[in-house]
């Protein structure tokens, strides 16, 4: 089949923007929040909700990663966050008792 240059060049830019999007770069879609360990979202004061809308507020994107873990004895809820047009992923650390911002 040979291809009419128009129809060649839409063609072209099709395969090129899908090549460049992944099924998760839409923004829309957040990680759900998993347990470092069993038995620590029954520790936690801080519902899994309010912690994900404490670190949306902090930095506004998509969730790809989120945890309820212990560090350094404390239970924090973890979030990575891709922030549209950054580079960096934003990481976001909340206290699961008092739902303050650690880090």
């Given at each position: 089949m040979v291809l009419k240059?128009?129809?060649?060049?839409?063609a072209l830019s099709l395969v090129i923007s899908c090549a460049r999007s992944s099924p998760g770069d839409d923004y829309t879609t957040d990680a759900?929040?998993?347990e470092g360990e069993p038995?620590?979202?029954?520790?936690?004061?801080?519902?899994?909700?309010s912690a994900v809308a404490?670190?949306?507020s902090q930095a506004q994107g998509r969730i790809i990663k989120a945890e309820l873990e212990r560090e350094g004895g404390a239970l924090v809820y973890s979030f990575e966050i891709r922030?549209?047009?950054?580079i960096a992923v934003a990481k976001i650390s909340i206290d699961a008792r008092t739902g303050t911002v650690v880090k």
């Open positions: 240059p128009a129809r060649a060049s839409l759900t929040v998993t038995g620590l979202f029954a520790q936690a004061a801080i519902s899994r909700d404490i670190a949306k922030v549209p047009g950054e």
